[in-house]
């Protein structure tokens, strides 16, 4: 069992930065991929980012790729999203979410456990 709890949203101007952190519990975290989704008002739920196990594989969307990084740290049970250049279609609930399985996929059915999400508010 692992429990997620999503921190680092907020309000931001268009081209601002944000780091996002998802703070996980239990005891085999470093043996699970991670993922971030967001879901924007109106929207259906869509992949982000995700990593491996061993943060050495990452995997983005075409629409953030280049601008948003995901990494983990194991020693801390944590894994991060720095968003940079934000643009105002980025705004959306933000959410962590963790695969038991040690290889990423931008498919949210695959991930059995998500945190509560994180507002990201870009405005222009």
């Known amino acids: 069992q692992v429990q997620l709890v999503e921190s680092g949203g907020g309000l931001v101007q268009d081209g601002g930065s944000l780091r996002l952190s998802c703070a996980a519990s239990?005891?085999?975290?470093?043996?699970?991929?991670m993922g971030w989704f967001r879901q924007a008002p109106g929207k259906e739920r869509e992949f982000v980012a995700a990593?491996?196990?061993?943060?050495?594989?990452?995997y983005y969307a075409d629409s953030v790729k280049g601008r948003f990084t995901i990494s983990r740290d194991n020693a801390k049970n944590t894994v991060y999203l720095q968003m940079n250049s934000l643009k105002p279609e980025d705004t959306a609930v933000y959410y962590c979410?963790?695969?038991?399985?040690?290889?990423?996929?931008?498919?949210?059915?695959?991930?059995?456990?998500w945190g509560q999400g994180t507002q990201v508010t870009v405005s222009s």
């Open positions: 990593l491996n196990w061993r943060g050495t594989s990452t």
């Open positions: 979410a963790a695969r038991n399985n040690q290889v990423p996929n931008s498919r949210s059915d695959d991930y059995a456990y």
């Open positions: 239990g005891r085999t975290f470093s043996s699970y991929a």
